[in-house]
């Protein structure tokens, strides 16, 4: 049990914004490189970790997208020494005053979100909350040596160390989406010691946050069968507490919407009910706001399922998850693979 | 004249009796984006003797080919959407109440006060709103907010309704002289003609239909299925909106009326999503002039079609759209001529029997 | 180079009307280009170069379609209402001059609006001095850009649309200069851009590149009040994005084009745009994904009739492509 949060809290060592997984990547395939035959880095920089099936050749593909880039913010000016940000990927500016953060220069430095006095600001926003273009960041160095070591472009990501809560909770930045990719671990794990039929593709995705990229990249060029997309969904939690939100700590969310082919969630849900994992049909009216956006509508189009683990303060530096949430995740993901045959596509057609 | 009588004397373009009851099916059909099942069936079974090849793909599109006969046939693909606009149910409360989700684009004004039907096996449910009596003349001035309606499907409905359930609008097909009322004529219009179109297809051209899902919730469907068809050029058969109604100061001339009604078939020089490629814009409108069918071109500006993402599939297709003017869609009530109607089927197989190989042999100019 | 910048400044040809402005870069490109070839879009695509075992297929990729307007309705008066195409701002429009492309010409008049109100398009028609509908000589669906002469200031070069004909322009002389390259280069003069980056997506598509370089502008942070604070300026150098908003370049394209540009003495900055998208997402995200990159120029008042770029940066622009272009592209 202590694996998985030491898993979790290396993977939260690294940054890994969008656009520039590379240090989370290199982290991942060290984690998949006992579990998988042959690993790969597509075009744009996601992680393919491919582990051959036991069926007879030509095998069916089962894709498996958690995305690893991370939320954070890049450099867009620097006056006087203080460093001016804009965002990467969704970041509520409210969170922002005194939040402890690393800007990635020449080297690594820490410094701190700054919201400037209400007089050095404009009238409209002296009083409210302060917008992204108005904070500063200060990395406690004189400016010439700022402008030695950090430049435009440069990224910042938040600092937070990862707490251990009670009841097998865990807090941190960056939980959106590593948990996913921790239980996507757990499930090749599981999968050493069991058959399946089918190959199974572990992509770790890249540019969820800002462009969907490594969706619609990796599986033109992997063109599984099937896809499961696995993210982190809301849970209940202060201000967050309607029908989009599921109970926290006691189950996996279960995708259901247009982006879900319905045979697909049908099976996990048979899946789950047969193992006791407790889950909850997590409701996607239109949209699923994960990789299976993009993954659904690449080349021919790919059935997808979306699994979700609750998560709390999404975006923030605190966000918030139970452990237990990760491993029936990856318990669940293992045992829809283990049994996946040669009548499963069969089983995934419209005519309910 | 004497091609009108030619015209006339072809099966398949004239609007009779078997071609309203099929309308009349598919509109009163439940068929939400991402549960386009009732819709799907209605057209498998319309179409199965008629097709030369036919199958269901991994997002519910209906892909369907018929071939033409003859040497170097341009492989056209029409495009027609399923899927309407309505609702998700996503809680139940204590109360026996649901709260919904709107899916796609509803103006959230037209909701109160509507009767629904829910779920597969249609249960009748409202969408209730507070006594007048109980309200201020303030609140009366405010939108009722989504989450605040709620639809009430008596108080013994028990199991039978469940969060993931879809919704529509209860609107029954009705005929009223020139006038069809009915809800989802965006766009089972265009279902209906690709349909005859298969029955009645001009020999010239291999045509390549899909009856495409999720178009409301952002044009998904058809982005795989023109991937998988590839096809020479698109055609995406629509209803867009006939915003034709009188400016309140009598003064002020309507200049957003988008289409007309009883002015024929909208042809798309330009919406938000396409900018139509022009030698197909020229080819509609000489077979419009050739067979004297009345036409209108649809005002640039917004809105989209499903011509919208294939265009932009693999090294571009050149696309264009046409629809059926209708009023107060993505409401309750849709209202359209059947002559408007009538007419769009009657340009589509004449521009359709005009396509020739030498059509987009040249470069895109305009 | 002013005088091809100025030719395709001036030539018309809004979003999906490129054909007169493909004509003029055409001609340009006729012998530089090893072959010349038009897509289902429109798209112009030269290609110059065969790909050698240090080599890859590189896509360059600037936009000659420019913002304009289409009429959406003829009044009895022959008076134009109109839709955008592109990213149109009001504020730019009032007593502006158009010219359509069958070479009519307009003036943009407004209704008249409470004053302090910022005019919204459907406050705006175009007047091309017709006195009722049947004498109006274009109709609803015609198109026409904004009409500017190319003004030469020196060092500063002021025009309509130098999004993106500048980049056409340097794209064309990159074309002239390249001597030598080990990649087989395809030089997309895409359609559609301000609409979605429409041209870029097919084009890409069709080119299926290992690699590209969108060339656009990008707003510049110099001017009085700018906001938010950009440190982009005129006559700092050519820009090597690092992000727009939509897309984020590849870390490992910047690093080379910073150790090129380093390398050969030639000036540049770096760009983090806000505010504004450009064809490098195309790019990168086409079929399995590709490295993509931009190289910007910074430009003041984007989307009005008066753009103004340096030439200086508009000149180093087309030496750091020509570098970049002419040996391996290494990244790690």
Redesign the interface.
């Known amino acids: 049990m202590n694996d998985l949060v030491d898993l979790l809290k290396k993977m939260l060592t690294a940054p890994g914004l969008?656009?520039?997984e590379?240090p989370i990547r290199e982290i991942i395939r060290e984690a998949w490189q006992p579990l998988t035959d042959e690993l790969s880095v597509?075009?744009?920089?996601?992680l393919h970790g491919f582990k051959e099936g036991q069926g007879v050749s030509p095998r069916k593909r089962v894709l498996i997208s958690a995305h690893m880039d991370a939320i954070g913010m890049?450099?867009?000016?620097?006056?006087d020494g203080f460093i001016?940000i804009?965002e990467?990927g969704g970041i509520d500016h409210r969170i922002l005053p005194g939040q402890p953060v690393v800007v990635h220069g020449r080297e690594d430095l820490p410094g701190v979100v700054v919201q400037p006095p209400g007089f050095l600001l404009p009238d409209s926003v002296s009083d409210g909350p302060v917008e992204m273009?108005y904070l500063l960041v200060d990395v406690g160095l004189p400016p010439e040596e700022v402008l030695e070591k950090v430049?435009?472009?440069d990224t910042v990501s938040y600092a937070q160390e990862p707490l251990e809560l009670t009841g097998e909770a865990l807090a941190g930045h960056t939980l959106d989406n590593r948990v996913s990719v921790a239980a996507t671990t757990l499930c090749l794990e599981a999968l050493q010691n069991r058959n399946h039929n089918w190959d199974v593709w572990a992509v770790a995705s890249a540019?969820e946050e800002?462009?969907l990229?490594g969706a619609?990249?990796?599986p033109?060029?992997i063109r599984p069968d099937i896809a499961i997309v696995i993210d982190v969904c809301f849970a209940k939690g202060p201000g967050s507490s309607?029908?989009?939100s599921l109970p926290f700590g006691e189950g996996v969310g279960l995708g259901?919407?247009?982006?879900i082919?319905?045979a697909l969630f049908d099976a996990f849900e048979k899946k789950a009910k047969a193992l006791e994992i407790p889950y909850h049909?997590d409701?996607m009216?239109?949209?699923s706001g994960t990789d299976a956006m993009a993954v659904?509508?690449?080349?021919?189009?790919?059935?997808c399922a979306v699994l979700g683990i609750p998560l709390r303060y999404m975006h923030t530096p605190v966000e918030t998850v139970s452990l237990k949430d990760i491993r029936r995740a990856g318990r669940l993901m293992a045992a829809f693979i283990a049994d996946l045959d040669d009548t499963t596509l069969d089983k995934i057609?419209?005519e309910? | 004249m004497t091609k009108n009588s030619e015209l006339t004397a072809n099966k398949g373009f004239d609007i009779g009796e078997q071609q309203i009851e099929l309308l009349e099916k598919l509109c009163n059909a439940t068929a939400v984006s991402g549960d386009e099942h009732e819709v799907r069936q209605i057209v498998l079974a319309e179409i199965k003797s008629f097709a030369d090849e036919i199958e269901v793909d991994a997002l519910g599109n209906v892909l369907a080919k018929r071939f033409g006969s003859g040497e170097n046939r341009v492989r056209v693909m029409l495009a027609a959407h399923m899927d309407e606009i309505g609702f998700m149910i996503v809680k139940k409360h204590d109360d026996n109440l649901f709260q919904f989700e709107r899916v796609g684009g509803i103006d959230e004004r037209q909701l109160p006060g509507k009767a629904v039907l829910v779920g597969r096996d249609h249960l009748a449910g409202v969408i209730g709103a507070k006594p007048i009596h109980m309200t201020t003349a303030d609140e009366r001035m405010k939108k009722i907010p989504v989450d605040a309606l709620r639809i009430d499907l008596g108080p013994e409905i028990g199991d039978k309704v469940k969060p993931g359930d879809r919704a529509t609008f209860a609107t029954r097909f009705k005929l009223h002289g020139p006038s069809i009322l009915a809800k989802a004529l965006d766009d089972r219009f265009g279902v209906s003609m690709l349909i005859e179109l298969l029955k009645h297809p001009p020999a010239n051209i291999d045509l390549l239909t899909a009856f495409t899902v999720q178009e409301e919730v952002g044009l998904r469907g058809a982005r795989v299925a023109a991937y998988k068809f590839n096809p020479d050029m698109a055609i995406a058969v629509d209803s867009t909106p006939a915003y034709d109604l009188p400016h309140w100061d009598e003064e002020d001339e309507n200049v957003q009326y988008n289409t007309h009604l009883d002015a024929g078939p909208a042809i798309y020089v330009m919406d938000r999503a396409t900018i139509a490629d022009r030698r197909l814009v020229n080819l509609f409108t000489r077979a419009a002039e050739a067979e004297g069918i009345p036409y209108q071109y649809r005002q640039p500006g917004g809105g989209g079609t499903d011509a919208g993402v294939i265009h932009k599939t693999r090294a571009g297709i050149p696309s264009i759209s046409v629809s059926v003017p209708s009023r107060y869609a993505h409401s309750a009530i849709g209202l359209a001529r059947i002559e408007d109607w009538e007419n769009t089927l009657r340009l589509l197989h004449a521009a359709l029997s005009r396509v020739t190989p030498d059509l987009l042999a040249g470069e895109r100019r305009g | 180079m002013k005088s091809i910048i100025k030719q395709l400044v001036e030539t018309p040809g809004p979003s999906g009307f490129e054909h007169e402005i493909r004509d003029v870069i055409r001609d340009a490109v006729a012998d530089s280009a090893d072959e010349v070839r038009v897509d289902a879009l429109g798209s112009l695509i030269a290609r110059k170069g065969t790909k050698t075992e240090e080599g890859l297929r590189v896509m360059i990729s600037a936009h000659i379609d420019e913002i304009g307007l289409m009429v959406t309705h003829v009044d009895e008066n022959g008076f134009l209402r109109f839709t955008n195409i592109g990213g149109i701002n009001p504020l730019t429009c009032y007593g502006g001059r158009v010219l359509f492309m069958d070479g009519t010409r307009g003036v943009i008049g407004m209704d008249s609006i409470e004053r302090g109100k910022t005019p919204k398009l459907t406050d705006l028609f175009i007047d091309v001095g017709a006195t009722d509908k049947d004498n109006c000589p274009v109709g609803v669906g015609d198109v026409c850009g904004f009409e500017r002469p190319f003004l030469d200031l020196g060092k500063r070069m002021v025009a309509k649309s130098m999004d993106d004909r500048i980049a056409a322009a340097i794209a064309i002389e990159v074309l002239k200069r390249l001597e030598s390259t080990p990649h087989e280069i395809h030089f997309v003069f895409s359609t559609q851009e301000e609409v979605g980056l429409r041209g870029a997506t097919t084009a890409a598509y069709g080119v299926d590149p290992d690699l590209g370089f969108a060339i656009d502008v990008t707003r510049s942070g110099d001017t009085p009040r700018f906001s938010p604070k950009m440190a982009t300026a005129l006559g700092d150098g050519p820009a090597i994005k690092v992000r727009d908003s939509s897309f984020i370049a590849d870390p490992r394209l910047v690093k080379w084009m910073i150790k090129t540009a380093e390398e050969s003495g030639i000036p540049y900055q770096l760009e983090v745009l806000e505010a504004g998208g450009t064809d490098g997402r195309a790019i990168q995200l086409t079929r399995g994904g590709a490295p993509a990159g931009c190289v910007s120029i910074a430009c003041r008042y984007i989307h009005s009739p008066s753009e103004m770029v340096d030439s200086d940066d508009v000149e180093n622009a087309v030496e750091l492509l020509v570098k970049l272009l002419s040996e391996p592209i290494i990244l790690d």
């Open positions: 969008s656009g520039f590379s597509s075009k744009i920089g996601s890049m450099v867009t000016h620097i006056q001016r804009t990467i273009k430049r435009i472009g540019q800002e462009t990229g619609l990249t990796s033109f060029e309607d029908w989009q259901y919407g247009p982006n082919h319905p049909r409701l009216p239109k949209m659904q509508i690449v080349a021919e189009g790919i059935p057609n419209w309910e």
